[in-house]
């Protein structure tokens, strides 16, 4: 019988196992947010107002490539946040003082302290920040700053001092909705007895964050203790000497090597795709309002098109091949302003497909065409004959039947606008249901009124001979 691997070994293999997937994670990560800006190729005019998401989205890449983790620390005023960090970082990065509100904007270090753990990445850095106080009287600037760090970190640390009021928890809660992992560390216990150390502890653990932290995410730190010495002077005095002493963050600085080690490369990759995925959403729905605007510029120019084409052409057969011709152009055109590969067949075959989905209105628009191109015809025939008598009838005739064409290529256009928009897809009812919704929501007695006022001002029929 084999023996079972020794515990340390099995442990090895998880370890190993671990680190392989942290790193497919990672890859997977950075090919994402590759793919994303290469799809997110803007024109200028698609820019403008994007700048900073696109620019966030080079540097979520570029911290990727950089291996660069973010620590940021979060608490209300005078909780020891800026000495928290110094003292992880072993030296005084952030400025610290007895004035409430000392940071006043989010501040950035390196910790080289982890280096170790960070050694598989290459060129990986833990970076610290510090964030102002969430408590700060007309802070608005600076809440909006510790929010966008909040984005920004991969792992959070909210510092408090004692047990957590009412706006802490408030805090605590929101940020917990960013998603990342938090560490809870309760600074100043050098100030308290280490009995009521113990019982601060349990009431923050079992009743105040209960339902926020597991106790794994909760430490208790001195980040710049007051040590109180009494020494008996040579002349026989008592004298009191209070100083700082060294910091005792040891459970936080071992929490967050443990997170870092067995899950860091995950947590920033995770936190680049959630980022990417918020400025993605946020550069598809500009581009798609903006196409969405050009491809109704589009739609209006080819409607007024075609309803001269076929208002100033004489004959029924050609009227109609010329009408058709137009309407594919305009599926081409869309397809190109939504940059989807479409050939002519196939922008053919997807007028066949509007046509036959738009029922009743296609056919009832072909009928009147059809009359309309007869009675024109008929009409302008006789116009040498009557003496231009038949000219206004002949003109109305026109007009009418080129306002209608151009009411169906308006509404040809919408469909095939929607269509192109989703990607080349229809809706989940069907190409039927689709267009049917999109008919129902056009005005087509506005269009039609506004085409022939349209119409009668930019075309000039010809007059009787003189």
């Known amino acids: 019988m084999q023996d079972s691997p020794a515990p340390d070994a099995l442990d090895q293999a998880l370890d190993a196992f671990n680190t392989i997937q942290q790193e497919l994670n990672y890859q997977q990560a950075q090919r994402s947010l590759r793919r ?36 940021a620390a979060f608490g209300l005023v005078g909780r020891g946040k800026s000495s928290a960090l110094n003292a992880l970082a072993g030296t005084t990065a952030f400025e610290t003082g007895p004035t409430h509100g000392v940071t006043q904007t989010v501040g950035a270090t390196t910790w080289a302290a982890p280096t170790q753990i960070l050694a598989g990445w290459g060129r990986g850095e833990v970076q610290l920040l510090d964030t102002p106080g969430l408590d700060e009287v007309g802070g608005e600037e600076r809440a909006r700053l510790a929010q966008s760090a909040a984005e920004a970190a991969d792992l959070i640390l909210f510092i408090a001092a004692g047990d957590l009021c009412q706006l802490e928890y408030d ?52 980040a710049s203790p007051l040590i109180t010495e009494v020494r008996q002077s040579a002349d026989g005095k008592l004298q009191r000497r209070v100083y700082r002493g060294d910091p005792q963050i040891a459970p936080l600085r071992l929490r967050i090597f443990e997170l870092l080690e067995r899950e860091g490369k995950s947590l920033v990759a995770l936190n680049a795709l959630l980022g990417a995925d918020q400025i993605n959403a946020a550069v598809v729905a500009r581009k798609l309002a903006l196409r969405e605007r050009l491809a109704d510029e589009v739609i209006q120019k080819a409607m007024l098109v075609k ?7 004489p004959v029924s057969a050609l009227d109609l ?5 137009i309407d594919v152009a305009l599926i081409l055109s869309l397809a190109r302003l939504y940059e989807l590969p479409l050939t002519q067949p196939a922008a053919v075959a997807l007028l066949r497909q509007i046509g036959l989905s738009m029922g009743g209105v296609g056919a009832s628009e072909f009928l009147a065409s059809l009359g309309l191109s007869s009675a024109k015809g008929l009409l302008g025939l006789t116009v040498p004959v009557t003496g231009g008598l038949t000219l206004a009838p002949y003109t109305a005739a026109a007009l009418t039947q080129g306002s209608v064409a151009g009411v169906s290529s308006y509404a040809i256009g919408q469909i095939a606008k929607t269509y192109l928009a ?30 022939r006022s349209e119409l009668a001002a930019k075309i000039r029929f010809p007059g009787p001979p003189g």
């Open 171 to 222: 805090a605590l809660s929101q940020l917990r909705q960013a998603g990342k992992p938090m560490v809870l560390a309760i600074n100043k216990i050098d100030q308290y007895p280490p009995a009521d150390r113990q019982a601060i502890y349990e009431k923050i653990r079992d009743e105040r964050v209960k339902d926020l932290l597991s106790p794994e995410e909760i430490v208790l730190i001195a």
């Open 36 to 71: 994303v800006l290469q799809s997110s190729a803007l024109s200028p005019r698609e820019r403008l107002g994007l700048e900073q998401d696109l620019e966030r989205l080079s540097q979520l890449l570029e911290k990727l490539e950089q291996s660069r983790l973010h620590i």
């Open 422 to 451: 989703q990607g080349a897809v229809w809706g989940p009812e069907g190409p039927k249901q689709s267009a049917k919704a999109i008919l129902r929501s056009l005005d087509e007695a506005s269009v039609l009124a506004r085409l």
């Open 307 to 313: 309803a001269a084409a076929v208002a100033l052409n």
């Open 321 to 325: 091949f010329s009408g058709a011709v």
